[in-house]
C-alpha cells in the first residue's frame, strides 16, 4: 500500500481567491489522481497528474480552473482557482500502484468551504 | 446517468447485527468491481476487489459477492460495530487499469450502540 498526506486537512476561502491542495506519497508511484467529492455525491475524476508534463484532464474540468503539477513521483498539487461557493467540496488525492491491480488507495482529502 | 447505483442510500443497524449493502452497475466492459469504506473526514479504504471470475470475497467481517452476469454486487457486515459507521462505496472498472473508475453515490451506514 502507500500512505498519502494532503494538506490542507480543511479550508475555509473567500470567493474569488484559489487554493493550493498538497499531495505527499511516501513511495515513488506511477498514477496520481485528482478527484472532486460534491457533499452526498459520488467521486467525479478531475484529471490524471502526469511527472514532468501536463495533466490529462476529464470533461468538464479545464486547466485554468484547475491547475495541477507533478513535479516528480511522489509530489503533486492541485490549484482550485477562483473560487465560488459551487467549489465547496471534499478533493482527493489518490494514487495507482502497478503491483496492486489497478487498486487507487486515496488520501485524506482536503474539506473545502467557499464563503 | 451513474453506471453505478447503490441501495439503500443510508441505514441504521444495532450494534451486533448484520447488514447488507447493494451494488447495480451497468458499466461494460468490465474488469474488476471494488468496496470502499470511508469514515467520515477521511479518503476511501479499499475492502475488497473482485474480477469477472470470482463470486465472493472476504476482509474479515465484510463479505463481497458478485454476480458478473446479472452486474450486482452485495456487501455483507457481519456483527457490525460502533466502528463500522462510515460510507460504503462500490467502485467499478471497466478496464485493468487505474483511470476511468466508475464510483457509486455509497450508503451510509450508522451503528447504534
Known amino acids: 500500500s502507500a500512505v498519502i498526506s494532503q494538506k490542507p486537512s480543511r479550508d475555509i476561502c473567500q470567493r474569488g481567491t484559489s487554493l493550493t491542495i498538497q499531495c505527499q506519497v511516501d513511495?515513488?508511484?506511477?498514477?496520481m489522481f485528482w478527484y472532486r467529492q460534491q457533499p452526498g455525491q459520488s467521486l467525479t475524476l478531475i484529471a490524471t497528474?502526469?511527472?514532468?508534463?501536463?495533466?490529462?484532464?476529464e470533461s468538464g474540468f479545464v486547466i485554468d480552473k484547475f491547475p495541477i503539477s507533478r513535479p516528480n513521483l511522489t509530489f503533486s498539487t492541485l490549484t482550485v482557482s477562483n473560487l465560488s461557493p459551487e467549489d465547496s467540496s471534499i478533493y482527493l488525492c489518490?494514487?495507482?500502484?502497478?503491483?496492486?491491480?489497478?487498486?487507487?488507495?486515496f488520501g485524506p482529502g482536503t474539506r473545502l468551504l467557499v464563503l | 446517468k451513474n453506471q453505478v447505483e447503490q441501495s439503500p442510500q443510508s441505514l441504521i443497524i444495532l450494534e451486533g447485527k448484520n447488514c447488507t449493502l447493494q451494488?447495480?452497475?451497468?458499466?461494460?466492459?468490465?474488469?474488476?468491481l471494488r468496496w470502499y469504506k470511508q469514515d467520515t473526514g477521511r479518503g476511501p479504504v479499499s475492502l475488497t476487489i473482485?474480477?469477472?471470475?470470482?463470486n465472493t470475497k472476504s476482509n474479515g467481517r465484510y463479505t463481497a459477492t458478485l454476480d458478473a452476469d446479472t452486474k450486482q454486487s452485495s456487501l455483507h457486515i457481519t456483527a457490525s460495530q460502533l466502528s463500522d459507521s462510515a460510507s460504503y462505496i462500490c467502485?467499478?472498472?471497466?478496464?485493468?487499469?487505474?483511470?476511468?473508475?466508475?464510483f457509486g453515490a455509497g450508503t451510509q451506514v450508522v451503528v447504534t450502540p
Open positions: 489518490s494514487v495507482g500502484l502497478r503491483q496492486s491491480r489497478g487498486t487507487q488507495y
Open positions: 467502485v467499478v472498472s471497466p478496464t485493468d487499469s487505474w483511470g476511468k473508475l466508475q
Open positions: 451494488c447495480n452497475y451497468t458499466v461494460s466492459p468490465f474488469s474488476n
Open positions: 513511495s515513488q508511484v506511477t498514477m
Open positions: 473482485m474480477t469477472f471470475s470470482e
Open positions: 497528474a502526469n511527472q514532468g508534463s501536463e495533466a490529462t484532464y
